[in-house]
């Protein structure tokens, strides 16, 4: 007889979640994600239209949409993303990209001058770093930054609630870089814009870049009190 799962406190769900980028082929059983994606539901949103559209996608499903994304990057063809991904950021945004990298890179021994090694970690993100489940975010393409919104918060919900679930996940803008290549896989319409989508499932311990951990900044540092 399986034990019970004990109930994580609200905090000890914010601060145990994190980015996992190495999966176990494990899948999460249905039951357990419709509770996940039940509890996502009740993201608020404005005027409560609840703007996002939702596709999960496993098994050979995601394998083959793996592969098509592998296989465009590899041929050097030209993302085509529904939001621009190009963006530079300055300043302490950028240092804090860089932090990131160092850390994720190092866990991993990727040199910064190794070309082929990141290469292969950015065709780990296609592949959903073996994940058994990704998650797609549609909104209509009538929408824009408002609702794009919506659609953060409603994919904290979600990714809290797979946390309080021992269910580990990883939010991911590569997988909107070939929008029309997941589009067609999943027979939806080009007005279907793709903002992101979030690789889940259970970590595997053993998958190195699992034990980086980013640093967040203070208080102090993003917030002023006014009265």
């Not at 319409?189 to 998958?207: M, W």
Request: glycine share 8%.
């Amino acid at each position: 007889m399986n034990k019970p799962m004990k109930m994580m406190t609200f905090d000890d769900v914010v601060r145990s979640r994190r980015s996992v980028r190495g999966f176990l082929p494990k899948e999460v059983p249905m039951e357990t994600m419709r509770e996940i994606f039940e509890l996502a539901q009740l993201a608020p949103s404005n005027c409560n239209i609840q703007p996002w559209i939702t596709h999960v996608v496993s098994g050979d499903s995601l394998k083959e949409l793996g592969n098509k994304l592998v296989d465009a990057a590899k041929a050097g063809r030209e993302p085509d993303p529904d939001w621009p991904a190009d963006k530079k950021f300055p300043g302490v945004y950028r240092e804090r990209q860089i932090d990131a990298a160092v850390r994720l890179y190092g866990h991993m021994g990727v040199e910064r001058h190794d070309a082929v090694g990141r290469e292969n970690a950015y065709l780990r993100n296609q592949m959903f770093f073996d994940a058994p489940h990704a998650v797609f975010i549609f909104m209509l393409g009538m929408f824009d930054a408002r609702e794009a919104v919506d659609l953060g918060i409603y994919a904290q919900n979600l990714m809290l609630s797979m946390t309080s679930r021992g269910v580990d996940s990883c939010a991911q803008g590569a997988l909107g870089l070939y929008a029309s290549i997941v589009r067609e896989h999943l027979g939806l319409p080009d007005d279907l814009q793709i903002l992101f989508g979030i690789s889940f499932g259970y970590e595997d311990p053993d998958v190195a870049a699992n034990r980086t951990r980013t640093e967040r900044a203070t208080v102090d540092e993003h917030i002023v009190f006014h009265r």
